[in-house]
């Protein structure tokens, strides 16, 4: 199934079209702070007709066989295209800080770095981020360095995900099927 932009998509978010529905899939990460893990994670992109995409995130730690320990990092917000390939990235997380992003989009390919990061008295130390996107053999991978715990900036997570079929459209497509053969 091709995708296809949605035709109430605000003409300003036309450049993140690629990212809208939903991604599932696993990655790795560690930190000279944490033993290195495996995480599953969900991820949707959504809009409303309004110049920007709804973003939320949520993941969960996984063992040895792929099946899910307890729940991991969370995160929620909004991507916003500006003129000339600019983007802005507000992010949003339970664990107490919240993040500005500023970057790039080159056709399937996104980079944002933090441009501000704030953080409760109790949320843990962590100062700065660059994430990678980009859309490959239809998968959207992507890779996050981070700055945390007095520690520079380096690698922290990477993941490949799937795009999860929408199960309205499917399931809409498949019982029109089923009447158009007399089913």
Not at 39 to 50: P, R
Not at 52 to 73: C, H, M, Q
């Amino acid at each position: 199934m091709a995708f296809e932009i949605p035709p109430d998509l605000h003409p300003d978010a036309v450049p993140l079209a690629f990212l809208l529905g939903s991604w599932a899939g696993a990655g790795v990460g560690g930190y000279p702070t944490v033993d290195e893990f495996r995480y599953g994670q969900e991820i949707t992109f959504s809009h409303n007709g309004k110049p920007f995409l709804a973003y939320t995130s949520r993941a969960w730690i996984l063992d040895e066989d792929g099946n899910k320990v307890r729940p991991a990092g969370q995160e929620t917000g909004y991507w916003r295209t500006r003129p000339n390939g600019q983007l802005e990235v507000l992010l949003a997380h339970p664990t107490g800080f919240v993040e500005i992003w500023l970057g790039t989009v080159d056709g399937p390919k996104i980079e944002i770095k933090t441009d501000l990061v704030a953080r409760t008295e109790s949320a843990k130390e962590y100062t700065a981020g660059h994430r990678l996107y980009g859309l490959v053999e239809g998968d959207l991978l992507y890779a996050f360095d981070m700055a945390a715990m007095g520690q520079p900036l380096q690698s922290h997570l990477s993941a490949r995900l799937k795009r999860v079929p929408d199960l309205a459209a499917s399931t809409a497509a498949s019982a029109e099927a089923a009447g158009a053969s007399g089913t």
